[in-house]
């Protein structure tokens, strides 16, 4: 990881959009009852950033932080250089429940952009404004369900492949599916405050299966004009694609026509949000291959966005080259 890895911390409201900051630090030292060696790149110091209240408090006069509440990481070394065992200890708090193989590379990305998207929308969209939400490519997880429980009214699911829907499905009807609970001890710490207990992830799973309940689980084909047909052409507040225009497109051509697509499904002064691999033609998760993508650069995804009628100059943005990763969210004019 070579650029700086923005994370947001529980700070105060109103100010998540200041993304722009730079600052230093080093030795976090040995404290108990556990010990990190050193911050020495942006990985190490999102495992940090997770640590409980009372643990942070050991290391926060050290940390850089200023009043908009970001803490930032200058990352000088790349993730394969870093050899301090931060990320195990972290990994063996009971509290997190944490491993590598449930939150790993885009995903664990995805929980911090989201709901600092969903924080900047509470602030600046009023209730009547963000009522549906849809997420198209969501697969056969319930991120945006959770991330935005708090957004939106109503939140419609829609992926190509039956088998992802099939598993939506058994969510909603409360069958036994994934185990969301380690998803929401993330979204909840990203978000502020101590981990969730038990009790309070299932308040939040409910809230989020209600939210879905009340909106539905479509199937959806980003290469028609007609992305989602059960929706009959209504317009969603709230559009969200994940790492998925990337995986079904072979051409740029196709890529852009595609977006043109999603996009119909969005009201004029909503908001989208994206996520998306960069410069790769493979999304992996550790060491197996999941699909393969279309290679595409960042003014690439600005450009075909920006010829969809989003406000492409003012959208919120994270991108993290030594993630590969861009999470945006623009308004759409």
């Known amino acids: 990881m070579n650029s700086s890895t923005l994370l947001p911390s529980p700070g105060p409201p109103g100010v998540l959009d200041d993304f722009q900051m730079s600052c230093r ?38 940390l850089c932080e200023d009043n908009s509440g970001i803490l930032v990481c200058p990352s000088t070394m790349d993730e394969s250089q870093c050899h301090c065992q931060n990320r195990a200890l972290v990994y063996n708090l009971p509290e997190f429940a944490l491993n590598s193989d449930a939150i790993e590379d885009g995903t664990r990305v995805s929980l911090f952009a989201l709901p600092v998207f969903a924080q900047l929308m509470l602030q600046t969209m009023r209730p009547s404004e963000r009522e549906t939400l849809l997420d198209i490519g969501a697969g056969p997880t319930v991120y945006s369900a959770l991330c935005f429980r708090d957004v939106s009214k109503r939140v419609h699911l829609a992926d190509y492949v039956e088998r992802n829907l099939d598993v939506l499905r058994k969510w909603v009807r409360n069958e036994e599916t994934i185990d969301w609970v380690p998803t929401i001890k993330m979204i909840k710490r990203t978000e502020g405050g101590p981990v969730p207990t038990e009790k309070v992830c299932e308040e939040v799973e409910e809230k989020a299966r209600g939210l879905v309940k009340s909106g539905g689980i479509h199937f959806a084909d980003v290469h028609q004009e007609v992305v989602v047909p059960e929706l009959d052409g209504k317009q969603v507040d709230i559009l969200v694609s994940i790492f998925t225009l990337e995986s079904a497109c072979r051409n740029y051509e196709e890529y852009c026509r595609c977006a043109q697509n999603m996009m119909r499904n969005l009201r004029s002064g909503g908001r989208f949000v994206l996520g998306s691999v960069l410069e790769d033609d493979e999304y992996n998760s550790g060491r197996q291959t999941i699909f393969h993508l279309l290679n595409l650069r960042e003014q690439m995804i600005l450009d075909a966005l920006s010829a969809c009628g989003l406000d492409v100059a003012n959208a919120k943005k994270y991108v993290l080259d030594g993630e590969g990763v861009m999470f945006l969210m623009a308004t759409k004019l």
């Open 25 to 62: 630090f080093s030795n976090l030292g040995n404290h108990s009852p556990e010990s990190f060696d050193s911050v020495s790149c942006g990985a190490c110091f999102y495992f940090i950033y997770m640590i409980l209240d009372h643990y942070k408090a050991s290391y926060i006069t050290q």
